[in-house]
T-cell receptor
Framework: DAKTTQPNSMESNEEEPVHLPCNHS???????IHWYRQLPSQGPEYVIH???SNVNNRMASLAIAEDRKSSTLILHRATLRDAAVYYC????????????FGAGTTVTVRA | DTGVSQDPRHKITKRGQNVTFRCDPI?????LYWYRQTLGQGPEFLTY????????KSRLLSDRFSAERPKGSFSTLEIQRTEQGDSAMYLC?????????????????FGPGTRLTVT
């Protein structure tokens, strides 16, 4: 499985943006970049995904580097409910059944 | 609530006992997945079903583990002769995948998990 590298933890203040980096230097042409998050005592939930172009949805934005070797998840205005572990995952569309989670980034939001 | 449900939410058992967990996916979803998560780690893929067929099993799924999805709806995961190393959160997820990508969802929807403690 292609590997991703994320910081162990990040802190943010409420109402401020959060930029979560992810390195995936061994990404292949068949890999989509997916982000999931896991709130305390819950199962993971989908946040966003992309292939080459930047993507926006109601939860977040995903900025993908031109060489696709890194990406950044952007939470535009962090709230206390955004405190969670955020996982950056490479998902090969040829074996699209499998999500390979790493340890993720633990995001703490200060009031 | 029409999300993925899992039962029980918590299970404490003694080493050597058998346990069975149930997962009810979102009703129209044809794929169902099982993952295991230990403390401080991300979930690890165990197995998945497309309708009633089990199509892939991870090497993590030892012979003591068996999963079924008999009618392509709910699924069960059984662990025989439990060991302390089996203590973990067992997560179920589902998704809809079709030939027409317009009717497929990219995301997997996860349930709340079953926390297993083996004493």
């Amino acid at each position: 499985d292609a590997k991703t590298t994320q910081p162990n933890s990040m802190e943010s203040n409420e109402e401020e943006p959060v930029h979560l980096p992810c390195n995936h230097s061994t990404i292949s042409g068949t890999d989509y970049i997916h982000w999931y998050r896991q709130l305390p005592s819950q199962g993971p939930e989908y946040v966003i995904h992309g292939l080459t172009s930047n993507v926006n949805n109601r939860m977040a934005s995903l900025a993908i580097a031109e060489d696709r070797k890194s990406s950044t998840l952007i939470l535009h205005r962090a709230t206390l409910r955004d405190a969670a572990v955020y996982y950056c995952i490479l998902r090969d569309w040829r074996n699209d059944y499998k999500l390979s989670f790493g340890a993720g980034t633990t995001v703490t939001v200060r009031a | 609530d029409t999300g993925v449900s899992q039962d029980p939410r918590h299970k404490i058992t003694k080493r050597g006992q058998n346990v069975t967990f149930r997962c009810d996916p979102i009703s129209e979803h044809n794929r169902l997945y099982w993952y295991r998560q230990t403390l401080g780690q991300g979930p690890e893929f165990l197995t998945y079903f497309q309708n009633e067929a089990q199509l892939e099993k991870s090497r993590l799924l030892s012979d003591r583990f068996s999963a079924e999805r008999p009618k392509g709806s709910f699924s069960t995961l059984e662990i025989q002769r439990t060991e302390q190393g089996d203590s973990a959160m067992y997560l179920c997820a589902s998704s809809l995948v079709g030939r027409d990508l317009a009717f497929s969802s990219y995301e997997q929807y996860f349930g709340p998990g079953t926390r297993l403690t083996v004493t």
